[in-house]
């Protein structure tokens, strides 16, 4: 059986738009996560202290690190969406205009 593309595949317009605000992201991110490591590595102890709910920090850092790289996530899709409709509204009025 023959399977093609569910849409025809052609240059993406909001492609360097994706880009910078994936790395914009990704460098938010980073900082998040060198900071974990850094309070690892400088002071190992501040880890083990329990700051809520009878959790230590390193469990709620840890948490949270994964709620943020999925909150990241799904920021960076709505937006990705939300450029690509309005590049394609753009696309379309020119079209209509002709």
Request: glycine residues 8%.
């Amino acid at each position: 059986m023959l399977h093609a593309p569910a849409a025809p595949v052609g240059k993406d317009p909001a492609a360097a738009y994706k880009a910078r605000l994936g790395l914009w992201m990704f460098s938010l991110y980073l900082l998040f996560y060198v900071a974990f490591v850094a309070i690892n590595v400088g002071w190992p102890l501040l880890m083990e202290r329990t700051v809520c709910c009878g959790m230590n920090l390193a469990t709620v850092y840890g948490f949270a690190l994964i709620v943020t790289a999925l909150f990241l996530a799904l920021v960076y899709d709505a937006l990705c969406r939300a450029r690509e409709r309005a590049l394609s509204g753009q696309a379309d009025g020119v079209k209509g205009a002709k």
